[in-house]
């Protein structure tokens, strides 16, 4: 999993494929059948691994590939330039909170029948990863949907410690299978919180959590959720969720064990957990490549629970599209499924440290190496496979109903303004922009 487009940025592109993709008369690569165009988004390191893996596959192939590459920030705007200037590439990245958008507005082509007639064995692919990218029409992310991608990787979002200070704290290590309590946690923060070098200031703090992405974690396992089942009621504003709001907020205004407003502008809580100032921060499999090479030790552990007393975090995706205007579908349909599912094409992502395995059999492996780091990789699958949930917008028409939520939640981080009241204030607005969603994906009609 690489890091997530902008929310806004996502929704502009949305909106300007529905616009103009269903004039498109035809790919990028229609002139030329034999050479593919590969659009999609990461570092040097992300880079070098998909040329390795591409070389080969032309090898094997006889069919050329020209590399498109960008930075996360500047993808969207480059899709929709391509979108719009009639030059969509034959396989693309594709989000997950696009995937409806790109099907209604005619971008993406179904490769259902074509996926099914190369053999590709969906089983040994993470069920989440294959399911993100189904569509039946009226919800997205079900078993029963038409397939208009394959998963390029899953993106388990995970825990991690600061093994080298707990050990200098003398704290017990946490048990890699049971999670903490949220007041085991908040114990542990608050000794691991410190001035160490006695000028009077902090320099030390137990954890570092950022809103918008570590929330969902202690809603979920304290039993909330951002939306019911079917994804057409808001249900932010119940004791479950405003009581895991208000202990995010307690951890800086109450406990004091996070970095407040001013600390971290001096220096954010990613540069503060790198420089081994940070107890407990998130780890994603896109992190690796460079938490490896930190000056301390770390490990995966389980999510702290809340009420329910089971971890609870999300999992992300990008997808692998292919264009319904290329020129040469059955080529790209080709190139798609062996980017997601050849094996050796997976070990060369994979060795590069950029995500974790595709293939079920290939990951168990993966995670039980001898030489595994971190140690407790297998903590990244068991979110696949186990605890993991898709982000509460992934799979909705469009997120602004989701955005909101962020709008003006600075009070409750700053301890003006408690979670319960802003919670029942933020929660009409948010249901009448999902009426708005939903309203929208009628009209669009799904596939039409």
Known sequence: MTTRLPRLAALALAGALALTACGSGGGESGGDSDTLTF????????????????????EDTGVKVEMTVTDADQYATKLQAAVSGNKVPDVFYIEQANLQSYVA?????DITDQVEEAGVDLDNIWEYGVD???????????????LYGLPKDVGPFAFGYNKTMLEANGIALPDPDVPLSFDEFRDITKQLTQDTDGDGALDQWGTG?????????????????????????????????????????????????????????????????????????????WDVSVYNDLDFEYDLIPWPAGST??????????????????GNPDAAVQLATYLSADPEAQQTLVDANIQIPNLKDVATEWATAADAKPANRQEFLDIVEDYGRAMPASFTY??????????????????????????????PKMQALLDESNTNAEMAGGGA
Request: net charge negative.
């Open 39 to 58: 659009m999609f988004r990461g570092g040097a390191d992300e880079k070098a691994a998909y040329q390795a893996a591409i070389d080969k596959f032309t």
């Open 105 to 109: 507005s005619g971008v993406l082509l």
């Open 132 to 146: 993100s990218y189904r569509f039946d029409g009226t919800l997205q992310g079900t078993s029963e949907g038409r």
């Open 209 to 285: 959590l950022n809103v918008q992405w570590n929330l969902q974690s202690m809603v979920w396992s304290n039993g909330g959720d951002f939306v019911n089942e079917d994804r057409t009621e808001v249900t932010v504003d119940t004791p479950e969720f405003a009581e895991a709001l208000q202990y995010f907020a307690d951890l800086t205004n109450v406990d004091g064990v996070t970095p407040n407003a001013s600390e971290a502008a001096t220096l954010d809580t990613y540069q503060r957990w790198m420089a081994g100032e940070i107890g407990f921060f998130p780890v994603g499999p």
């Open 309 to 326: 007393g089971e971890s609870a975090t999300w999992v992300g995706s990008l997808g692998i599209g292919v264009s319904a205007t290329s």
């Open 398 to 427: 469009g997120a602004q109903w989701y955005d909101e939520l962020w709008v003006n939640i600075q009070p409750v981080l700053d301890g003006k303004q408690t979670a319960a009241d802003y919670l029942a204030e933020v929660q």
